[in-house]
């Protein structure tokens, strides 16, 4: 099992920019993809962003791309989101999550471990 704790959201302007990350312990975190989710107020939970065991291979929802890029550091066994160009749509609770393969795609069930969540909030 891993362990996972995100951190770094908070309240920010559109327009602004805000870097997420998940920091992970536990099960060998490096040989996994891991995952953004996102799941605003009265909305179902919604996969944002994926990056593969290596960080070589990574892919976006259609509602970021261009404006949110994931990454990971496994010496540090940290995942970070980069999110820019922030709108107030993107309010909601970020989690992130590991999944059980080294390539998951964007069903919550093919992620087996995941955080508590962060709250990102932008104002307009």
């Known amino acids: 099992q891993v362990q996972l704790v995100e951190s770094g959201g908070g309240l920010v302007q559109a327009g602004g920019s805000l870097r997420l990350s998940c920091a992970a312990s536990?099960?060998?975190?490096?040989?996994?993809?891991v995952g953004w989710f996102r799941q605003a107020p009265e909305k179902e939970r919604e996969w944002i962003a994926v990056i593969s065991w290596t960080g070589g291979t990574t892919a976006n929802a259609d509602s970021v791309k261009g404006r949110f890029t994931i990454s990971r550091d496994n010496a540090k066994n940290t995942v970070y989101l980069q999110m820019n160009s922030l709108k107030p749509e993107d309010t909601a609770v970020y989690y992130c999550a590991a999944a059980a393969t080294r390539w998951a795609g964007r069903g919550a069930s093919e992620y087996r471990d995941w955080g508590q969540g962060t709250q990102v909030t932008v104002s307009s």
């Open positions: 536990g099960r060998t975190f490096k040989e996994y993809a």
